[in-house]
C-alpha cells in the first residue's frame, strides 16, 4: 500500500521556505524554557572554557585599540542571539579578570545581549547576576532582528546606534547564530550551478502538529534544482563569490549565506571605524570539506540548523578589504573564525596572537576531543586527572555536575592536600555558574561534598545558596543542622530544628534532638 503524503508546503525557495520560520516560532513559543529543559543543546558552545576564549580575543581587542591610542571613546561588544545569556555571563567574568591583571588604559567596553525573545530579554534584565554589570554600563541590551535590523536600541542607557554613529569599531559575536537563519542552497556539478528548493511533506497529517518543534521534526524536505542562467543576486560581490564557486567545488551542495552576509554588511554600517566579526558555530572553512556534500540534512533539537559555509564568510571578507582569521589545522566539530572588517588589520597584532593562542594552538574543539575521551575514561580517573581537567574547562559547572558521581566517589579518602584542592575547585566552579538555566541544585552537590571533607563552614554557605535558589527543604534544614552540630553551635543547631518542624510537620527530625552537642 502506497504511503499517504501530505503537503505543508508548496516548492520554494530554500531561503523562503517555512521551515526558517517555524525556528523562530519555535523560539518566541518556549523562551528561556528552549534550554531549561535540555531541549535545546548549549554545553558544547556556551560552556566557561568557550565563554574564556571568546575574553580573551576581547581582551587582546581592546589593547590593540589602546596602542592605538583609541582609549576615550566606547567599544560596543554586541552578542548576536543571546539565548540564555550563559554565554555572556563567562565572557563577562572572565573578560574582567584579564582587565584587572593590566595596567595598561583600556578604552571602556559595553556588552551588548540580543534576541528576538522577549522572554530571553526580560530573563536578561533582572537576572541578578547580571545586575552588577548593568550597575557599572558594562552590560546593555536590545531587541535585534540580525536578519533586518539597522540599528541597536539599548535599553538600559537609551542610547539609540544608528548607522555611522559608533567612532570605535563594533565587536560582533556570532556564537551558534549562523547555523539556523536563512540560508540560500545551490547545487554544483561540472561547473554547472543550479539553485534548490525545498517542498515540505509529512506522512502524519500536519494538522494533529501543532508545536513548531514537532512540525520540524517529522517533516521531509523535497529538493528541487534549478539551473541558473542569471545573477543570483543584486549584489555584485555575493554573485562574484558565488561564479568562484563553480572552479572551487565540482559536486556538491553548497549552503550559501547570503542572509548572514546581509547581516554583517549592516552591522558594519553602525561604525565609522569598521567591524570585527567572531563567530563559533559547526560548518567549515576550507573548501575540501565542501566538496561532495549530498543534500542536506536539516538536524532538529526542538529548533533546527544546518552547517555554516564559513568559505564564504572569509571570502566576503577578503573582497572588502579584510582579513580572516580560521583555525590552521583541521577541527573535527567546531569552526571558530575571527573575522577583520577594519583598516590596517595587521596592526591589530595583540587579538591575532590571542587567536593564536586560545584558538589554533588549543581551542573549543581540542577541549570537546578531550572531554568526550575523560567521559568514556571516567571510572579510572583520578582526583589530581580530574581537578586538572575541571581547571583546563575553565571550573565549568556543567563538567562538574557530569563528574560528581566520580567525585564523590573519589572524596571518601583523600590526603590534606586533596582535600584542599577540592574545596579550592568547588570554590572556583561555583564562582562561574550561571543560575536559572539548569534545575539541578549544584550549590546543594557542593555542600554535602564540603560536609563530607569536614569543612563545615563552606558546607553551610553552600547550604544557603542552595536554598536563595530553590528555597527550604526538609533535606536543607537537616543538612544545616548537622553542620550546626558539628560546629558545636548548640543554639543554631536547636533553631534550626526548631524552624523544620514547623516548616515541615510531617518530616521526623526528633532524632537530632538526641545528639550530644558536647561530644567530640
Known amino acids: 500500500m502506497e504511503n499517504i503524503r501530505y503537503e505543508i508546503e508548496a516548492e520554494k525557495p530554500f531561503s523562503q521556505s517555512l521551515i526558517w520560520q517555524l525556528n523562530r516560532d519555535y523560539y518566541n513559543k518556549v523562551g528561556i524554557n528552549a534550554w531549561r529543559k535540555g531541549t535545546v543543546p548549549h554545553h558544547l558552545t556556551s560552556n566557561s572554557m568557550v565563554g574564556k576564549t571568546y575574553a580573551e580575543l576581547i581582551f587582546g581587542f581592546l589593547k590593540d585599540l589602546a596602542y592605538k591610542g583609541q582609549t576615550k571613546e566606547k567599544v560596543y561588544i554586541i552578542e548576536l542571539g543571546t539565548g540564555h545569556g550563559r554565554l555572556s555571563?563567562?565572557?563577562?567574568?572572565?573578560?574582567?579578570?584579564?582587565?584587572?591583571?593590566?595596567?595598561?588604559?583600556?578604552?571602556?567596553?559595553?556588552?551588548?545581549?540580543?534576541?528576538?525573545?522577549?522572554?530571553?530579554?526580560?530573563?536578561?534584565?533582572?537576572?541578578?547576576?547580571?545586575?552588577?554589570?548593568?550597575?557599572?554600563?558594562?552590560?546593555?541590551?536590545?531587541?535585534?532582528?540580525?536578519?533586518?535590523?539597522?540599528?541597536?536600541?539599548?535599553?538600559?542607557?537609551?542610547?539609540?546606534?544608528?548607522?555611522?554613529?559608533?567612532?570605535?569599531?563594533?565587536?560582533?559575536?556570532?556564537?551558534?547564530?549562523?547555523?539556523?537563519?536563512?540560508?540560500?542552497?545551490?547545487?554544483?556539478?561540472?561547473?554547472?550551478?543550479?539553485?534548490?528548493?525545498i517542498a515540505l511533506e509529512a506522512t502524519e497529517n500536519p494538522e494533529g502538529m501543532k508545536k513548531a518543534s514537532t512540525l520540524l521534526k517529522k517533516m521531509e524536505l523535497v529538493f528541487t534544482k534549478y539551473p541558473l542562467e542569471e545573477p543570483f543576486y543584486t549584489e555584485a560581490i555575493l554573485n562574484e563569490i558565488l561564479e568562484e564557486y563553480r572552479d572551487l567545488v565540482f559536486n556538491t551542495y553548497l549552503f550559501f549565506p547570503h542572509k548572514g552576509l546581509q547581516c554583517v554588511h549592516n552591522l558594519r554600517q553602525l561604525s565609522q571605524k569598521g567591524l570585527i566579526l567572531i563567530s563559533m558555530d559547526k560548518g567549515d572553512h576550507e573548501i575540501h570539506d565542501l566538496e561532495n556534500e549530498k543534500k542536506p540534512e536539516m538536524i532538529t533539537h526542538g529548533s533546527m540548523s544546518f552547517s555554516v559555509n564559513y568559505h564564504a564568510f572569509a571570502a566576503y571578507c577578503k573582497k572588502q578589504g579584510g582579513k580572516a582569521l580560521f583555525p590552521s589545522f583541521s577541527t573535527f566539530e567546531l569552526e571558530l573564525g575571527c573575522l577583520f572588517f577594519l583598516p590596517e588589520t595587521e596592526t591589530y597584532t595583540e587579538t591575532q596572537a590571542a587567536y593564536q593562542r586560545v584558538v589554533d594552538d588549543y581551542g573549543p574543539d581540542d577541549f570537546h576531543g578531550h572531554k568526550k575521551f575523560m567521559y568514556k575514561h571516567i571510572k579510572n580517573i583520578n582526583l589530581p586527572e580530574l581537578i586538572g581537567m575541571l581547571r583546563l574547562a575553565a571550573y565549568d559547572s556543567t563538567l562538574f555536575r557530569n563528574v560528581l558521581p566520580r567525585l564523590k566517589k573519589l572524596s571518601t579518602q583523600l590526603t590534606f592536600n586533596e582535600r584542599t584542592r577540592l574545596a579550592q575547585t568547588m570554590r572556583q566552579t561555583w564562582d562561574m555558574y550561571f543560575t536559572g538555566i539548569e534545575p539541578d541544585d549544584l550549590a546543594f552537590e557542593i555542600a554535602g561534598i564540603f560536609y563530607q571533607l569536614g569543612f563545615y563552614e563552606d558546607a553551610l554557605t553552600y547550604f544557603e545558596y542552595s536554598v536563595e535558589l530553590f528555597g527550604y527543604t526538609a533535606d536543607g534544614y537537616y543538612n544545616k543542622a548537622l553542620c550546626y552540630y558539628q560546629l558545636r553551635k548548640d543554639m543554631l543547631f536547636k533553631r534550626t530544628v526548631l524552624e523544620a518542624k514547623l516548616h515541615f510537620a510531617e518530616e521526623n527530625f526528633d532524632f537530632l534532638d538526641n545528639l550530644d552537642l558536647k561530644a567530640v
Open 89 to 197: 555571563f563567562h565572557i563577562l567574568k572572565h573578560l574582567g579578570r584579564l582587565i584587572g591583571q593590566t595596567s595598561l588604559v583600556l578604552p571602556p567596553y559595553c556588552y551588548v545581549l540580543s534576541d528576538i525573545v522577549e522572554e530571553n530579554l526580560d530573563f536578561f534584565d533582572t537576572h541578578p547576576q547580571f545586575q552588577p554589570y548593568y550597575e557599572q554600563g558594562l552590560l546593555d541590551l536590545t531587541y535585534f532582528d540580525a536578519v533586518e535590523g539597522k540599528k541597536l536600541m539599548l535599553r538600559r542607557s537609551g542610547r539609540e546606534i544608528s548607522p555611522q554613529d559608533l567612532k570605535q569599531p563594533l565587536l560582533v559575536i556570532a556564537n551558534y547564530f549562523f547555523d539556523s537563519i536563512p540560508s540560500d542552497l545551490f547545487y554544483f556539478k561540472d561547473k554547472k550551478i543550479s539553485a534548490c528548493s
